[in-house]
């Protein structure tokens, strides 16, 4: 998995929550901005864990400042 890959990951994702494009969404503003519900940030953890392959704690998105910060954690833990 790449940095680029899970770039487009998480702006369709967003968009796609948001309602927006993925032009409109940026991941290196804080999450909060993005006044996802406690039910939206729980689906998107699923979503991700079946993307990337792995356990995703559902509370992730409250552990990091900004969704650049996760896609740079995700990418370390490939690595380990």
């Known amino acids: 998995m790449t940095k680029e890959e899970l770039t487009i990951w998480f702006e ?3 968009a796609e929550e948001l309602g ?3 032009n409109e ?3 290196s503003i804080p999450i909060e901005q993005y006044h996802l519900d406690s039910i939206s ?5 699923q ?3 079946d993307f990337v392959g792995f356990y995703i704690e559902p509370t ?6 900004t969704i650049n910060e996760i896609i740079e954690w995700i990418l370390s833990r490939q690595k380990s």
Request: negative net charge.
């Open 47 to 49: 979503d991700l864990e």
């Open 12 to 14: 369709s994702k967003l």
């Open 25 to 27: 969404i940026s991941l």
């Open 60 to 65: 992730i998105f409250s552990e990091f400042e």
């Open 41 to 45: 940030l729980v689906s998107l953890s």
């Open 20 to 22: 927006k494009t993925p």
